[in-house]
């Protein structure tokens, strides 16, 4: 299953509330999970099977969608949040991810 | 807090075998799936493959055919091997746990260590 993210970065200021999309070349019903990504670092779980926060995770961060197509939302942007961001399905083998997301500081 | 860290040399030869562990600690292996992923450098998340703890595996076709990935319940390890490797397999290679066999998310990762291919 090929796993498309839109957009491939983006640039934004601190407050400002991004959406990020994940397309799926075939339905995986919610069978989808969002990372976060910081420069030299392992990725890290923010969201879970579409839409529940992996504990920890800042509120601010919500996922929605089902089928095909997915969003991850920062309802205001922080400091810390500007990094690479991954979406993966876990449908079927093999498992596979989004080409990723870069948000950036404008 | 189970937490897992990969080990293994940072460098391989042109032709020879990746070998990389993944060591447990802070919980039990058993009962989960572990899986490895690598990101070739400034590139993206591939999954290679998981085991489960009584030794069922998945790989990605991409990489079966050189791929083998064991485990070593009585040293909460598992293991990845890749043969032949070249430099295209120049990547930060992730161990992580797996929660189960479908509906699943990787969570903790390990930090990742960079395994170059080099003559």
């Known amino acids: 299953i090929q796993m498309t993210q839109s957009p491939s970065s983006l640039s934004a200021s601190v407050g400002d509330r991004i959406t990020i999309t994940c397309r799926a070349s075939q339905t995986i019903i919610t069978y989808l999970n969002w990372y976060q990504q910081k420069p030299g670092k392992a990725p890290n779980l923010l969201i879970y099977a579409a839409s529940s926060l992996q504990s920890g995770v800042p509120s601010r961060f919500s996922g929605s969608g089902s089928g095909t197509d997915f969003t991850l939302t920062i309802s205001s942007l922080q400091p810390e949040d500007f990094a690479t961001y991954y979406c993966q399905q876990s449908y079927s083998i093999p498992l596979t991810f989004g080409g990723g997301t870069k948000v950036e500081i404008k | 807090q189970v937490q897992v860290q990969e080990s293994g040399p940072g460098l391989v030869k042109p032709s020879e075998t990746l070998s990389l562990t993944c060591t447990v600690s802070g919980g039990s292996i058993s009962s989960y799936y572990w899986t490895w992923i690598r990101q070739p450098p400034g590139k993206g998340l591939e999954w290679i493959g998981r085991?489960?703890?009584?030794?069922?595996?998945n790989y990605n076709p991409s990489l079966k055919s050189r791929v083998t990935i064991s485990v070593d319940t009585s040293k909460n390890q598992f293991s990845l091997k890749l043969s032949s490797v070249t430099a295209a397999d120049t990547a930060v290679y992730y161990c992580a746990r797996d929660l189960s066999s479908a509906f699943t998310w990787f969570d903790p990762w390990g930090q990742g260590t960079l395994v170059t291919v080099s003559s």
């Open positions: 085991i489960y703890t009584s030794g069922s595996t």
